[in-house]
């Protein structure tokens, strides 16, 4: 895993790397994916280095909010875009490569070709088992 001082991300937040920035404030940047889903495909994060979700403090998530409502819009008017999806990937088994927290905003079109994930029905018993496992959890700890 890259070093803290290594990530590229922080150095697009300092102006270090050279990025295709749509928004920017004090905290939260945001620029164009390099390897776009469909064009307009941006990132937004805190300039700030958090590893994933977990260790970003919630003080943030207003203007992350604000942003990615801002950049989905955007992405309606200026590239008739049908809709986006916003998604964030955390940890490797989820598929995240950059570890500096950020997530992906994703302008979308009906015919564009996209798959969404397949799901798989839950065995009979187990959705309550499941959510016995994470209500303990989220009543004890969260
Ligand atoms: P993730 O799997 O959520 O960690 O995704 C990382 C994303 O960062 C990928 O979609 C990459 O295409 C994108 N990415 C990697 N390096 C850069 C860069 N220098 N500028 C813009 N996007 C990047
Ligand atoms: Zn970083």
Redesign the pocket.
Known sequence: MAKKEDC??CK?ARHE?P??IIYESESIIA???????NPG?A?VLPKQHFSNLLDMPESLASELMAVMKKIGYAQLKALNAEGFNL???NMSAA?????HA?I?VIPRYANDGLEHWKGKPYEEGKAEEVAEKLRNVLNKDG
Do not use: C, K, T, Y
Request: glycine content about 4%.
């Open positions: 590229i991300f697009i790397v990025a295709s620029f164009l994916d390099i390897n776009p889903v495909h990132l998604l964030m990937n598929g995240q490569l950059i570890m950020h992906h």
